[in-house]
C-alpha cells in the first residue's frame, strides 16, 4: 500500500524546513507572484530553490500555488515565471485555471500538475474531464461527504487530495467575491480580505454572521488512508512556526501510527488533546459525516482565543551541562510544567527547575519574548533546533 | 449585439420584445430567484420564437450526474439554443454524449482573461459569460483577442457570492427564531447593503445595488460585443427598460436620451471602470 502524504503549508522558508522537519512528506508554498495569498511573505526564486533543495534531500516534496483566477494583464508574465520555477525544481503546481494546466503538462512531462480547491470539484464527471486534460491530482472541495469522496476515488483514476485541518471559505471556493464587493480586494487574486468573517447589521436583531468553524479530521485519518485518498492537506500558510509544529508533528503520529497498527483510543485523546491546544478556534469536521448547519457555524463573533501556550524555540542543546538554549516566546515561570517537543517525534514533560538568562544568571521568570533564555533539562531525548517548548500547567493550577 | 434576459417570475412578461431569454433550470441552477421545470422550459422553447438558454450552473455532486445527463440529452432534443455552465462535467458529459448544444462557461467570476477562454472556445465551447468584477478594458481585450463568444452581464443587482451552507437557517437557528429564506443585511464600515437569499441549493448573496450599465451598452456595441445580459431581479421599470433598450440597440446606439434616462436607476457601473486590488502592501 502507497503511504498517504502529508502535506504542509509553508508561507516562508522557515516554515519550510520546519513543517518538513516535523514530519510533512511535502509542502505548497506561493511564489511572489499568482498565488491565492498575495500578501503573505511568499518565496523569491532564490527561496523556492532553496526550498527545493532542502526538501529534496529529505526525500520530500515542494508543490507551487499557481491558484489565482487569471486576468488578461496576468498571463503575460506567467509563462516565463512557470519556467522559472521549475528550473528551481518544483515538483507540481496547484493550478485552478484549465488552460495552465494543459499548457504544463504538455510543455513539462515530469511536473506534477494539481487542480486548486479553487475549483470546488465536487464530482467524479468533472474529475473525468480533467484527467484528459493531464491532470495528476485534484484538490477536492471541502463540501463533500465521506461517501461522495469515496465514490470520486472509485471512479476516477486520478489521485484525489483532500483538506484535513485548518480554516474554512463559508462560500464555494472560487464562487465568492464578497472581498471584491465589501473591500475592493480580488479575492480569488490572492487579496481575500475574509469578508466572512466580518459581522453585518441585520435590524434589530444580532448581527448577521456566517463564518465557519474550523476543519479538524485527526478522528477521521484512519477512514481517509483507507478510502484510497492520496494526500492529506493542512490549510495555513500564514500560521506560526509554533501552530505548524504541533500541527505537523500531530498528523504526522497519527499517520505513523495508523500504518504500524498502534493507533489506539488512548492515543488519540492526546493527538486530539495536541491539537485543541494550538486552535485559536471551535472546530468542526463540516460536510465529512453529514450535512454541515448551524453548529458548524462560528456564532461567537471575532473572541478567538490568543495562544499563549507556546514559550519557547530551541536553538541548542548542551547534553553535557543539560542545558537548552531557546529563545523565549510566552511569559513563564520556575515551577510551571512544560512539555519539550521535537521534529523527531518526541514529547518530554518536565517541571522547570532552574531557569537563567542569557548571561547565565539564576531567575524565576523568563519574561521577555525574544529574548535568549536557558532552562535545565535532563533526558536522553535527541533535541535540536526547531524543537519547542510549550505550558502544560502553570505551577499556580491544577491541571 | 443581443439583448438576453433572466426574468424574476414567470409572468415573462416583455418576453416577445426581446432576442433571448435565459432559464434557471429547478434544482440545478444557483444565483437565481425564479426556476422552470424542464417540461416549463421545452414548452417555451416549442412556443416562441426567441431564442432559449437555460442555466444548469449549480456545483453538481455525484448522486446529480444521472438526472443531469438525461436533462442534457433532452435539451439536445429540443434544439435549446445554449447552456450556460458552471460545472466543468456538463462539459465532459456533451462530449462523451456527443451532444450538439451549445455551451456558454458561465463560471461566475472565473471568466477573466481571453487566453483561458480559447481553451474553452477549443474545447467546443462557443460563448463565455464574463465575469462581473472586470474592466470594460479588459472585456474589451478579451472580445477582440479570443474567438470565443462573449456575454456581459450589464444591468443587474450582482449574484457575488454562493455557499453550500444553509446560512439564514443556522443564524436563525442560533437566534432561536423561524427561519426566514430572504433577508437584507448591512455592512457596518462601507454602508454598503445586500440581499441573502437561501434556497434548497444553499444561499446566495446579492449586491443590493444596481449595476447600470446602460451606459456602457454603446461601448459594447463599439467592440463588437454580441450578446449582453439583463437580470431583472430587483430592477424596477423592468419592461419598459427592455423595449427602450431594444430599441436603442437597434438604432445603432445612437440615442443619448436612451442613457439620460436609465441615469435614474443609479451611477453604479460596478467594476467596469473600476480595478480591484489584491496586493496591499
Known amino acids: 500500500m502507497r503511504k498517504i502524504e502529508l502535506l504542509s503549508p509553508a508561507g516562508d522558508l522557515e516554515r519550510l524546513k520546519v513543517t518538513l522537519l516535523y514530519g510533512a512528506d511535502a509542502v505548497y508554498i506561493g511564489g511572489e507572484k499568482y498565488s491565492l495569498r498575495a500578501n503573505a511573505n511568499n518565496f523569491s526564486l532564490d527561496e523556492i530553490r532553496e526550498g527545493c533543495l532542502f526538501a529534496h534531500k529529505l526525500g520530500k516534496k515542494v508543490h507551487l500555488t499557481l491558484n489565482i483566477v487569471f486576468h488578461n494583464e496576468d498571463m503575460s508574465g506567467v509563462f516565463q515565471y512557470i519556467d522559472d520555477v521549475v528550473d528551481c525544481g518544483i515538483d507540481a503546481f496547484i493550478v485552478s485555471d484549465p488552460f495552465l494546466i494543459s499548457y504544463i503538462k504538455k510543455k513539462y512531462t515530469n511536473c506534477e500538475v494539481h487542480l486548486s480547491t ?146 489506539t483510543n488512548d492515543k488519540m485523546k492526546v493527538y486530539q488533546s495536541r491539537l485543541d491546544r494550538v486552535a485559536n478556534r471551535e472546530t468542526s469536521t463540516h460536510f465529512f459525516t453529514k450535512k454541515a448547519d448551524y453548529k458548524d457555524q462560528y456564532y461567537t463573533g471575532r473572541s478567538e482565543v490568543s495562544n499563549q501556550d507556546y514559550l519557547g524555540q530551541v536553538i541548542s542543546y548542551d547534553r553535557d551541562n543539560k542545558l537548552i538554549k531557546f529563545y523565549e516566546r510566552n511569559y513563564f515561570e520556575v515551577g510551571d510544567l512544560i512539555e519539550l517537543f521535537t521534529p523527531f517525534g518526541d514529547h518530554v514533560e518536565f517541571v522547570c527547575e532552574e531557569l537563567f538568562n542569557e548571561d547565565m544568571v539564576s531567575i524565576d521568570v523568563a519574561r521577555h519574548p525574544d529574548s535568549i533564555y536557558f532552562i535545565k533539562l535532563d533526558t536522553n531525548v535527541s533535541i535540536c533546533e526547531y524543537s519547542m517548548l510549550r505550558l502544560i500547567k502553570k505551577n499556580n493550577e491544577s491541571r | 449585439m443581443q439583448l438576453l434576459v433572466e426574468f424574476e417570475n414567470k409572468s415573462l412578461s416583455c418576453l416577445n420584445s426581446v432576442d433571448g431569454i435565459i432559464l434557471p433550470l429547478i434544482d440545478y441552477s444557483v444565483e437565481s430567484v425564479c426556476f422552470f421545470s424542464l417540461d416549463e422550459i421545452i414548452n417555451i422553447k416549442n412556443n416562441n420564437k426567441i431564442k432559449v438558454f437555460v442555466k444548469i450552473n449549480k456545483n453538481l455532486f455525484n448522486s446529480d450526474i444521472d438526472e443531469v445527463k438525461d436533462i442534457l440529452i433532452k435539451l439536445d432534443n429540443i434544439n435549446i439554443d445554449g447552456i450556460f455552465f458552471y460545472d466543468l462535467a456538463i462539459l465532459q458529459l456533451k462530449s462523451e454524449l456527443k451532444l450538439n448544444v451549445d455551451l456558454i462557461w458561465s463560471q461566475t467570476h472565473m471568466v477573466n482573461n481571453y487566453k483561458t477562454c480559447d481553451y474553452y472556445y477549443d474545447m467546443g465551447v462557443k460563448y463565455a ?99 449582453i445580459i439583463f437580470r431583472e431581479y430587483g430592477i424596477p421599470n423592468f419592461d419598459s427598460l427592455v423595449v427602450d433598450t431594444m430599441k436603442y440597440i437597434s438604432s445603432g446606439c445612437s440615442s443619448k436620451n436612451y442613457v439620460t434616462k436609465y441615469k435614474k436607476m443609479g451611477d453604479s457601473t460596478n467594476f467596469f471602470f473600476k480595478r480591484t486590488i489584491y496586493k496591499v502592501k
Open chain 2, 129 to 227: 459569460l464574463l465575469g462581473k468584477e472586470i474592466t470594460l478594458d479588459e472585456v474589451s481585450e478579451i472580445i477582440q483577442k479570443s474567438k470565443i463568444i462573449s456575454m456581459v452581464e450589464v444591468v443587474s443587482k450582482p449574484s457575488v457570492a454562493f455557499s453550500y451552507r444553509k446560512l439564514l437557517t443556522n443564524y436563525f437557528n442560533d437566534i432561536n427564531e423561524e427561519p426566514i429564506n430572504n433577508i437584507k443585511v448591512k455592512e457596518k464600515v462601507t454602508d454598503s447593503f445586500y440581499d441573502i437569499i437561501e434556497d434548497d441549493n444553499g444561499t446566495c448573496f446579492y449586491l443590493d445595488s444596481i449595476t447600470n450599465g446602460t451606459s456602457v451598452i454603446k461601448n459594447l456595441y463599439e467592440m463588437g460585443c454580441q450578446f
Open chain 1, 118 to 263: 479553487q475549483n470546488s470539484t465536487t464530482n467524479y464527471k468533472s474529475i473525468q474531464f480533467f484527467e484528459k486534460q493531464g491532470i495528476d491530482r485534484v484538490v477536492l472541495a471541502r463540501e463533500l461527504s465521506r461517501d461522495e469522496i469515496g465514490e470520486i476515488i472509485n471512479k476516477v483514476d486520478t489521485d484525489i487530495e483532500v483538506f484535513i485541518h485548518g480554516a474554512m471559505c463559508t462560500c464555494f471556493s472560487g464562487r465568492c467575491a464578497l472581498s471584491n464587493y465589501v473591500t475592493g480586494r480580488d479575492a480569488n487574486r490572492g487579496g481575500c480580505s475574509q469578508v466572512c468573517r466580518f459581522s453585518f447589521e441585520y435590524g434589530n436583531k444580532k448581527d448577521f454572521t456566517f463564518a465557519t468553524k474550523d476543519m479538524n479530521m485527526a478522528l477521521y485519518i484512519r477512514d481517509l488512508i483507507e478510502m484510497g485518498v492520496r494526500s492529506l492537506k493542512v490549510e495555513g500558510r500564514m500560521r506560526s512556526l509554533y501552530y505548524l509544529a504541533t500541527v505537523i508533528g500531530t498528523y504526522r503520529n497519527i499517520i505513523d501510527d495508523y500504518y504500524s497498527h498502534s493507533l
